[in-house]
């Protein structure tokens, strides 16, 4: 596709409900990042994906919190039993992840999640 | 772990004011991204810096990162009105190789 999209764009859910989160990234993009990012704060990073590797999941806030990625490429972010703290626009990048530096991450528009 | 700091987290300028975003790392880093976020938006990449010493110009913009390889700056001459956002360096991670640490954040606004 053009860009990075995500779904649902806005999620209002109960506490203690299980949600899901899709990103599907730049086709042809092997790399994957999910991150949070509360009201006026920065980004907080969650997970990484590269490939077949095993992910990076050295960012995840606690057990509640998953994440997988099917075929490289579309991906989906679970929360279980989200609680109000877990309101924040969570937002999906991709990369082309071909060379030694950093490469240029490009992101979603997010989701934002409201806990209620 | 790594830290990425800056300040100030918010500016407010007169449009047609300069206005200058320093990030500041506990470490050294191999490169630095910078990125803008618009208010309702998602963070888009401005550039990214490698080198020691480097500058970087894109039209107002100018991007330098230390000599030092620990600090950056981006300076906006002559702020318009399109300036306003939030202003982002990045650089990676102290794990995966490709993970990037986001600075804080610095808010942008211009008054007319």
Known sequence: ?116 | GQQVMQIPQYQHVQEGEDFTTYCNSSTTLSNIQWYKQRPGGHPVFLIQLVKSGEVKKQKRLTFQFGEAKKNSSLHITATQTTDVGTYFCAGPGSGSARQLTFGSGTQLTVLP
Not at chain 1, 106 to 116: K, N, S, W
């Open chain 1, 1 to 116: 596709g053009a860009g990075v999209s995500q779904s649902p764009s806005n999620k209002v859910t109960e506490k203690g409900k299980d949600v899901e989160l899709r990103c599907d990234p730049i086709s042809g993009h092997t790399a994957l990042y999910w991150y949070r990012q509360s009201l006026g704060q920065g980004l907080e990073f969650l997970i990484y994906f590269q490939g077949n590797s095993a992910p990076d999941k050295s960012g995840l806030p606690s057990d509640r919190f998953s994440a997988e990625r099917t075929g490289g490429s579309v991906s989906t972010l679970t929360i279980q039993r989200t609680q109000q703290e877990d309101s924040a626009v969570y937002l999906c990048a991709s990369s082309q992840d071909v060379g030694w530096s950093t490469d240029t991450q490009y992101f979603g528009p997010g989701t934002r999640l409201t806990v209620l």
